[in-house]
């Protein structure tokens, strides 16, 4: 059963996400467990891949530093069995296709079932092809998260039809990464999606500071944060503990003024 409908339930949803391995497989794991205890609903957790086309040169090189470490699929796997172990919080693996692909659909899931991980993000799956893993994934109880962009527009209904968890609204065109401001008409676009689906919308894609945070969380149910939060982590190494936790801490905050 997911529990990402928890992640909705404490006011604003905080979501945040880091690429698993950076710097190491351990500092993942206590990064993870502080991000939660600084106020991260739900955790996107992302499986390092050589070409994330949808990224920024943030994460880009968060990729680059993870796969410099050999980090596996199995290794990432490793990480949430470590979390597990000390918390429930949601987590949802954001993995472009091609590593589920060839670690196998069924063994993946099955995997996912077993540790609790409660959701799955691709950016590279179109909607059309989503039906390649749904089924799998139901039945292991995992959600995969829909994407909608401002180019969707035609496409809502047929999308948020049958998204299951949250709606991930991108709230930008482009590639992940830190934005001085965001200039899509993001009311419209929520009003759109909720004409078709109660599921929560979190917006994503270019946040980074506590007024974005906080003009985000007035009109949408969920603040997903990425690629501000990694480059906390290529600053500090080793030692980004802190810096995560008071950052993390601002930013949910800011998320339910």
């Given amino acids: 059963m997911s529990k990402i409908p928890n992640a ?4 604003k949803a905080f979501i945040g ?3 698993a391995g950076d710097p190491t497989c351990e500092k993942t ?15 996107e957790i992302g499986i390092p891949f050589s070409d994330p086309m949808a990224e920024g040169v943030v994460i880009q090189d968060a990729n680059v530093r993870a796969l410099k470490h050999n980090t596996t699929t199995d290794d990432v796997f490793d990480i949430v069995r470590q979390v597990r172990a000390k918390t429930d919080v949601p987590l949802v693996f954001l993995t472009y296709i091609n590593p589920v692909f060839f670690y196998g659909y069924e063994k993946f899931f099955k995997r996912c079932a077993e540790l609790g ?4 993000i ?10 390649e893993i749904a089924d799998i994934a139901r039945k292991n109880g995992v959600d995969v998260i829909s994407l909608i962009a401002p180019t969707s527009k035609e496409r809502i209904q047929k999308i948020a039809g049958d998204a299951t968890g949250f709606i991930y609204v991108v709230s930008s065109l482009g590639v992940t990464g830190m934005r001085s401001e965001i200039k899509t008409d993001l ?3 929520l009003k759109d999606i909720r004409d078709v689906t109660d ?5 994503g894609f270019g946040i980074n500071t506590p007024q974005q945070a906080s003009e985000i969380g007035k009109i949408a149910d969920g603040v997903i944060v990425g690629s501000a939060i990694v480059k906390i982590i290529e600053e500090h190494g080793q030692n980004a503990k802190d810096a995560l936790k008071e950052y993390v801490s601002a930013m949910k905050k800011a998320a339910n003024e």
């Fill in 29 to 43: 794991v206590e990064y993870i467990l502080a991000m939660e205890e600084a106020g991260c609903d739900l955790i």
């Fill in 122 to 131: 691709s950016p590279d799956l179109p909607y059309e092809e989503k039906g």
């Fill in 187 to 189: 009311n419209a676009i």
């Fill in 199 to 203: 599921l929560p919308l979190a917006v």
């Fill in 117 to 120: 991980v409660d959701g799955i």
């Fill in 17 to 19: 996400f880091l690429t």
């Fill in 8 to 11: 909705f339930k404490n006011g």
